[in-house]
């Protein structure tokens, strides 16, 4: 049985990976709140209401953000 995923509530007007060949994945609507799981993925919850998951594999994630969240 898998363990339910705890999503910590953030407050991010922008999120963007960016990768190792130059290509970014940008969350346009920003990030209201996202889990980690123990692999690395992201599963995040946008703003716009869209879910997104992104695997490992990226080499930076740039924000905006008020304070540290997590």
């Known amino acids: 049985m898998s363990k339910k995923l705890e999503f ?3 407050d991010e007007p ?3 990976y960016h990768y190792a060949d ?3 994945l940008e969350i346009p609507s920003g990030v ?3 889990a980690v799981t123990s692999s690395g ?3 995040i919850n946008a703003n ?3 879910r997104w998951i992104v695997v490992p594999g990226w ?3 740039e924000f905006t953000a008020d304070d ?3």
Request: charged fraction near 25%.
């Open 59 to 61: 080499i930076a994630v």
């Open 32 to 34: 209201k709140s996202m």
């Open 22 to 24: 130059g290509s970014t």
């Open 8 to 10: 910590m509530e953030v």
């Open 41 to 43: 993925t992201h599963r």
């Open 68 to 70: 540290w969240t997590f």
């Open 48 to 50: 716009d209401g869209r």
């Open 14 to 16: 922008t999120r963007t």
